[in-house]
């Protein structure tokens, strides 16, 4: 990745240029392109706070039929191709709203895709963790919105095989690769917690107050 930097009325500019594919994104742009509704570091530390200490329950009867996903959202798009658009850079979609070019930033681990087929959209927190935190209890209807959930910092648009590493893990286990997003993640992983009254354990507790250290 080659940095380049301007300057204009308007103030300093960076301009990244990925090198591999050709694309040049603005910076000041890239986390602009996130999730709604996280919280800020003092709001998140709160609902931290408040959130009920618990064993994580079991999976028994979990599958991932239970959370219906992706739905349609509005014509022909689903909520992947919606995420795909709100998380991407200048994303052109097709008659049946599948993003045909674009570009995604990952920040996660930093990458920037063109190909929407190396791209994936994360369950902030998983669907089995959810289950096994309070959602077995969940109506059919609330599973679905929980699953598909664009009011919330709950999808996000990443690398593949960085959401493949993730799998059902809390973050007591896994961690985005880079530690400058640790901050954001724990924002939105307790914002969904929270707004869905799941449990936490202490090691995840534990490890989202590290994570929240480095706001």
């Known amino acids: 990745m080659v940095a380049s930097i301007g300057y204009g009325i308007f103030g300093l500019l960076l301009i990244a240029e990925i090198s591999t594919s050709s694309v040049i994104i603005p910076i000041n742009k ?7 509704d996280i919280p800020s570091t003092s709001i998140a530390n709160s609902e931290l706070e408040d959130l009920t200490v618990a064993t994580r329950g079991s999976s028994d009867g979990y599958s991932r039929s239970k959370f219906k996903h992706w739905i349609t959202i509005s014509g ?7 995420v795909l658009k709100r998380d991407g850079e200048n994303v052109v979609t097709g008659s049946n709203c599948a993003a045909e070019s674009g570009s995604w930033y990952s920040p996660y681990d930093g990458e920037t895709w063109t190909a929407a087929s190396d791209v994936d959209i994360d369950h902030v927190v998983p669907l089995s963790l959810a289950w096994k935190s309070g959602a077995s209890d969940w109506t059919t209807d609330t599973r679905q919105d929980f699953a598909n959930d664009l009011d919330h910092p709950q999808l996000i648009a990443v690398t593949d095989n960085v959401n493949s590493a993730k799998g ?9 690769p880079l530690e400058s997003y640790w901050c954001t993640y724990a924002k939105m992983f307790i914002r969904v917690k929270y707004t869905y009254n799941l449990t936490v354990t202490s090691d995840e507790r534990s490890a989202l107050e590290d994570m929240m250290e480095m706001c």
């Open 30 to 36: 890239l986390y602009t392109r996130t999730p709604p």
């Open 76 to 82: 022909s798009c689903n909520t992947r191709e919606e």
């Open 168 to 176: 059902d893990s809390g973050p007591e286990e896994w961690k985005p």
